[in-house]
């Protein structure tokens, strides 16, 4: 029988390696820019700290790890005979795989807070686990590339995240526009046409625009139980455009009766003027539709779209007001934002946007071509290596056809090649494979040829 992996999960070649790589550097670069600091935490959690955490849904996606040992120990035949899979899974599993980044965070903040100084910045880049179906983009295992500083309610991180974002994107060489918006002001509308209380329901509905259309929000919002006259009153602010000083001139007319409202105006003008000072080099605009699914976000939101590929969000965050409340530790302001290294795999991908030397590894290969060559090219690799240039050798003197195929399948950018006349002079000829120019180096010199 052929071997297979589970369904949802993939294997990496070399090449998707390097490119993926290429990801997680990037943005593991600017996280260290902007003083963040790396933590890691387990695969897995004890599902007391799991769940609940996710709601009903995030519930039943959670891998549940059977416990080992014995296992049946303490289980009633009742129990057994009654089948019941949750209840069972209770007593047979104590541990779960981490479903998100954010509740381990939780946990750790907690768990920690005498040795953290806060604020507190952290950037985590780590595999999670969802037990959700299958789909095109969707996968059972993925990574989260997360940056949160927790501690502090300054709007300064606000404007620093929206640099982040725009420095990532830039290094890419991908044109985005990264979307604000504040939950404040959207409570401020839900109160200002008279339905508070339908706020999750509201925020829920417009925040599929861009899927469903204006007519399927609204249908959404009227079977929500929204009435027609409230439907009403959200159309203008649906559907405002403008600059972004102009709409939130005319959102901050529109919720004079609201002081959450006209809180959630006075946090955009902030970071929007504070943004607009640092010569970001992609779009940021203040999108009065983007709701953010996550009903924990309090204050700012973020979402990225990349402008010449059709793509979802391809990051995204905000603003909470209690991370750790969950965890008995009340009060902890943060934000935050994600960036989804899969989405983002997949525009560098469609654009060509790579940089040659994030598909291959190895700078330069030696061809063999006998003992006493080797011997030598065996010397050169060794200087090569210590000077940090990655360099190979191919391991048997075969054919050059064959050898040469090999550099090339390997997108070597450079071959070496020692025959008895370099042998004799102590020099190598190297080759660039891409435009087949060749030059005859001092082996003393080939380091810096290549650098």
């Known amino acids: 029988m052929k071997p297979s992996i589970p369904k949802g999960t993939r294997d990496f070649s070399p090449v998707e390696m390097a490119r993926r790589n290429y990801i997680f550097d990037t943005i593991r670069g600017v996280f260290r820019l902007f003083g963040y600091r790396q933590i890691e935490t387990p695969s897995m959690e004890n599902l007391s700290t799991l769940m609940g955490k996710y709601g009903e849904e995030g519930d039943k996606l959670l891998f549940k790890i059977q416990n080992s040992g014995d296992y049946m120990n303490g289980v009633s035949d009742e129990e057994l005979l009654s089948r019941n899979s949750l209840k069972l899974a209770a007593k047979f599993c104590e541990k779960g795989l981490r479903y998100d980044l954010t509740v381990p965070f939780a946990r750790f903040v907690v768990m920690h807070r005498e040795e953290l100084q806060f604020p507190f910045k952290r950037f985590q880049i780590q595999p999670v686990w969802r037990a959700d179906r299958p789909q095109k983009g969707r996968y059972r295992e993925f990574y989260q590339c997360d940056a949160d500083v927790v501690g502090s309610d300054s709007l300064l991180y606000e404007i620093e995240l929206i640099q982040m974002i725009d420095m990532v994107f830039s290094r890419f060489g991908v044109r985005v526009a990264i979307k604000l918006n504040n939950r404040k002001i959207l409570a401020g509308i839900a109160e200002s046409i008279g339905q508070a209380d339908k706020i999750v329901d509201i925020t829920v509905a417009i925040d599929k625009l861009d899927k469903i259309g204006l007519d399927g929000v609204n249908a959404e919002l009227a079977e929500k139980g929204l009435p027609e006259d409230a439907i009403d009153r959200l159309q203008p602010i649906i559907k405002l455009t403008g600059s972004n000083a102009e709409k939130l001139d005319v959102i901050a ?199």
């Not at 525009?347 to 060559?373: C, I």
């Not at 010397?379 to 050898?403: C, F, H, T, V």
């Not at 006349?421 to 005859?440: H, R």
């Open 253 to 451: 007319k529109v919720l004079e009766g609201s002081e959450v409202g006209q809180k959630g105006v006075e946090e955009c003008r902030f970071i929007l003027s504070g943004a607009e000072k640092l010569g970001l080099k992609n779009e940021l605009e203040l999108d009065l539709t983007l709701a953010r699914g996550l009903n924990y976000y309090t204050g700012a939101i973020f979402e990225v779209k990349a402008l010449d590929v059709e793509i979802g969000s391809i990051s995204g965050g905000g603003r909470y007001d209690n991370l750790t409340g969950i965890f008995g530790m009340p009060g902890v302001s943060g934000v935050g934002i994600s960036f989804g290294a899969d989405r983002i795999y997949d525009v560098l991908t469609q654009l060509d946007l790579y940089p040659k030397e994030a598909q291959s590894g190895v700078k330069v290969l030696f061809l063999n071509l006998g003992s006493d060559e080797a011997a030598f090219c065996m010397e050169q690799l060794a200087r090569l290596r210590a000077a940090g240039i990655a360099s190979e050798i191919y391991p048997d003197a075969a054919k050059m056809k064959k050898q040469m195929s090999y550099a090339n399948a390997g997108a070597i950018p450079f071959v070496a090649i020692v025959g008895s006349d370099e042998l004799a002079q102590g020099k190598v000829t190297l080759k660039n494979m891409e435009t087949g120019e060749q030059s005859l180096v001092d082996a003393a010199d080939l380091a810096d040829k290549l650098a």
